[in-house]
Nanobody, 125 residues
Framework: QVQLAESGGGLVQPGGSLRLSCAAS????????MGWYRQAPGKERELVAT???????NYADSVKGRFTISRDNAKNTVYLQMNNLKPEDAAVYYC???????????????????WGQGTQVTVSS
């Protein structure tokens, strides 16, 4: 079983910054792609940013130039640095990870998707 522990959410004024962290623990052979999603009240969950195992990144157009996703493979952790926060950024942010839990000779890697419980980000003056 793999668990994702999120932290770093909170209340910030417009233009402020927050740094979210997500640490994976459990039976992990290797970490593959990781990412952050968010869901605001009354809206569907949307992708914020992703990062591959080799470090290539993708961002939603709404956060390009303001958010930065990074990872520390030694700690099985992904980060989201959020700068110049806007009211429309307010949402519950969820960590996502594709995890190889086992490498077998007969079937190859066993890869599963995991989600964190979410951390609240509030942007208000």
């Amino acid at each position: 079983q793999v668990q994702l522990a999120e932290s770093g959410g909170g209340l910030v004024q417009p233009g402020g910054s927050l740094r979210l962290s997500c640490a994976a623990s459990g039976i992990i052979f290797s970490m593959n792609a990781m990412g952050w999603y968010r869901q605001a009240p009354g809206k569907e969950r949307e992708l914020v940013a992703t990062i591959s195992s080799l470090g290539s990144t993708n961002y939603a157009d709404s956060v390009k130039g303001r958010f930065t996703i990074s990872r520390d493979n030694a700690k099985n952790t992904v980060y989201l640095q959020m700068n110049n926060l806007k009211p429309e950024d307010a949402a519950v942010y969820y960590c996502n990870a594709m995890v190889t839990t086992e490498l077998t000779w007969t079937r190859g890697p066993e890869i599963y998707e995991f989600w964190g419980q979410g951390t609240q980000v509030t942007v208000s003056s």
